[in-house]
């Protein structure tokens, strides 16, 4: 037998697991501090009524024989898939029913599209990145290249025409540092990818937090995409199915004359056995009329935590994006600390538990990540704290 020697070129510990150690050692060692959890991108809230209605009514139907399902399809059932579509096309976007695929969320599927992929293909990632992109593709052995986002261009790196790639991994609003692609910024990337015929895995995670129309919800609001990019998106963070499981991949036909739509399919009903239904009728709750009004209750809950956050760090001049369309608040560690002297700084101090920017890339060094998942309560007193120790 030989194993993957690929797994020898990625860290021993993923980021989070990392970051759970440190906090686990502070707590043991100081039992009588509260310590404020700002780091994980994990929801608090719980899930809609609507959707916890739907999940209860689906389980009776999982005990009554007329009702009893047993597998389902591998790409999703359709009635989950049509709440899919007009989603879509209340956003200006027109899919057909078989280009979405219903998965258990957008990370296990931004790593198994991989699996269409030659390992000779080269790989573009913006630095700093959420470093499953670049693990998964350690893993599979595949080069990988970095464009940088920086403060010079305010995250949002655009096309190096320099750098030829075949696989490139966009995320908006973008996951560390809350920055949010426009129209035209994107038309540069989708341009780029269909001239140099490589492929965009668009992760549209956050898409949910966007509130301003000019800028774009979905990469298939821009011309020419669909001939050149694959969207993933999730339940996780617009619906709080973080401990659910449900999102969806989008796969235009109009990409290699339908070649990788076939492909997914082949891959799903070989490697996947679907969504439980029970899941999925939860997830088509969210898209009903009271399902969407109940997740934007609880995304303006976090938009106004993300605005508490902002608001204290403005009062003390550190720089910092993200949070006005992104659960996450990107700052630059104060007295050029680096990422993981600022994390211990907070840690020690005040009881603050951020992530590290340096965690996702070189160029994420001497910045820090905060998110707005965290109870009202928590993130009141956790600005209180900072606000105070400040001073």
């Given at each position: ?382 600005m209180k704290r900072l606000d105070e120790f400040l001073k």
């Open positions: 037998m030989n194993v993957n020697t690929n797994y020898q070129n990625i860290s021993d510990s993923y980021l989070f697991s990392t970051i759970a150690k440190k906090v686990n050692e502070f707590a043991s060692n100081n039992p009588d501090k509260k310590i404020i959890k700002l780091g994980i991108g994990d929801v608090t809230l719980p899930l809609c009524k609507v959707v916890v209605n739907a999940l209860k009514s689906a389980s009776e139907e999982m005990g009554v024989k007329e009702t009893f399902r047993g597998y389902g399809p591998e790409q999703g059932y359709d009635f989950l898939r049509e709440k899919v579509q007009a989603y879509y096309k209340s956003h200006n976007v027109s899919l057909g029913i078989d280009e979405i695929f219903i998965s258990d969320g957008a990370k296990s599927d931004l790593g198994n599209i991989l699996d269409l992929f030659d390992v000779n293909n080269t790989v573009l990632v913006p630095d700093p990145v959420y470093p499953v992109y670049v693990d998964t593709n350690t893993m599979a052995g595949r080069k990988i290249v970095y464009i940088n986002a920086n403060a010079q261009n305010n995250f949002l790196p655009l096309p190096d025409k320099s750098i030829k790639a075949d696989i490139i991994y966009l995320c908006s609003p973008n996951n560390p540092t809350g920055a949010v692609y426009n129209k035209e910024q994107l038309k540069q990337w989708v341009d780029y990818a269909n001239e140099n015929k490589s492929v965009i895995l668009f992760d549209a995670a956050y898409e949910c937090f966007i509130t301003d129309e000019d800028l774009p919800r979905s990469i298939f609001e821009i011309e020419g995409a669909k001939t050149c990019a694959i969207e993933f998106c999730s339940l996780s963070k617009m619906a709080g199915f973080t401990g659910t499981r449900c999102g969806y991949t989008v796969v235009p036909k109009a990409i290699e004359n339908g070649l990788l739509n076939k492909m997914w399919l082949r891959r799903q009903t070989t490697k996947f056995n679907g969504v439980p239904y029970i899941i999925q009728r939860g997830a088509e709750a969210v898209f009903t009329q009271d399902g969407q009004k109940e997740i934007q209750e609880n995304l303006n809950y976090y938009k106004e935590n993300a605005k508490i956050i902002s608001q204290t760090l403005e009062k003390h001049n550190i720089w910092h994006i993200g949070g006005k369309h992104s659960p996450y608040i990107w700052l630059k560690c104060p007295n050029n600390m680096t990422s993981w002297e600022f994390f211990d700084y907070l840690l020690n101090n005040v009881q603050i538990v951020g992530t590290p920017g340096s965690g996702f890339g070189v160029n994420g060094e001497g910045y820090f990540r905060l998110t707005s998942f965290g109870s009202r309560e928590n993130t009141i007193e956790a």
